[in-house]
């Protein structure tokens, strides 16, 4: 699936980075932050499937933005309280943006085939 699946790729190289620097959060916030976290990521890889083998595509798309979107909030709370260092902050938020790129165009890619499908 993969290798036809760049979006799959992708998301599951910043799925890796993220469960990496999960283990690093302290104890006295991993039920509550990290938990949440995990769940977001999780969540867009199930989306990520989900899309995949669906005809309509935008929903699940404009799903997993919504969940990138909180991730990144969730992510600079772990770097402003020195969870995770500057530059893991920085390599999740390019990664977070290069993903975002994809999906958007994905969706684009998505909307014009099913308008060719219509017209």
């Not at 469960?19 to 916030?29: H, N, Q, T």
């Not at 990520?48 to 798309?61: D, F, P």
């Not at 600079?76 to 920085?90: A, D, G, L, P, V």
């Amino acid at each position: 699936m993969n290798e036809n699946y760049p979006v799959f790729t992708k998301w599951m190289l910043i799925l890796e980075l993220i469960m990496d620097r999960a283990e690093g959060i302290p104890k006295s916030v991993r039920y509550s932050l990290t938990s949440r976290i995990l769940n977001y990521a999780n969540d867009i890889l199930e989306l990520v499937i989900e899309a995949i083998y669906s005809k309509e595509k935008a929903e699940k798309i404009d799903r997993m933005n919504l969940l990138l979107e909180k991730l990144r909030v969730y992510v600079r709370i772990c770097e402003k309280r020195n969870y995770i260092s500057h530059k893991q902050y920085y390599r999740l938020s390019v990664e977070f943006n290069e993903f975002g790129k994809m999906i958007g165009g994905w969706k684009k890619g998505d909307h014009n085939q099913q308008a060719e499908l219509k017209g």
